[in-house]
């Protein structure tokens, strides 16, 4: 599967952008999608994923309650909606696809839990 991130941009604190994801091929609703973000000079960090359905999301503890990931299976895409941004959350924004375990504290959390990956896009929180 191919994808393609978009709608990073720069922001003042306190505001909000939507991050999308286009996946190509028919077999998106397979796949367990992830969202993780690497800001300069650190590692990449997971920020949320999402199961199969869209029925069960988890979330970095940095991120949750500013953040939700959704999906629309019809449109092979996935979003990231992010609120309340802070300039900590600047970074690179990548999609990932393709984790086969359960969405939760200990699954679909770590980098190399999935196979496919995005292009990033760059979200810049300015204070």
């Known amino acids: 599967v191919q994808l393609q991130a978009s709608g990073g941009g720069e922001v003042q604190a306190g505001g909000s952008l939507r991050l999308s994801c286009a996946a190509s091929?028919?077999?998106?609703?397979?796949?367990?999608m992830g969202w993780f973000r690497q800001a300069p000079g650190k590692e990449r960090e997971f920020a949320a994923a999402?199961?199969?359905?869209?029925?069960?999301?988890y979330y970095a503890d940095s991120v949750k309650g500013r953040f939700t990931i959704s999906r629309e299976n019809a449109n092979n895409t996935v979003y990231l909606q992010m609120n309340s941004l802070k300039p900590e959350d600047t970074a690179v924004y990548y999609c990932?696809?393709?984790?086969?375990?359960?969405?939760?504290?200990?699954?679909?959390?770590?980098?190399?839990?999935?196979?496919?990956w995005g292009q990033g896009t760059l979200v810049t929180v300015s204070s």
């Open positions: 091929g028919r077999t998106f609703s397979r796949y367990v």
């Open positions: 990932a696809a393709d984790c086969l375990n359960p969405v939760g504290p200990t699954g679909c959390i770590h980098r190399e839990e999935y196979d496919y």
């Open positions: 999402i199961n199969r359905s869209g029925g069960r999301k």
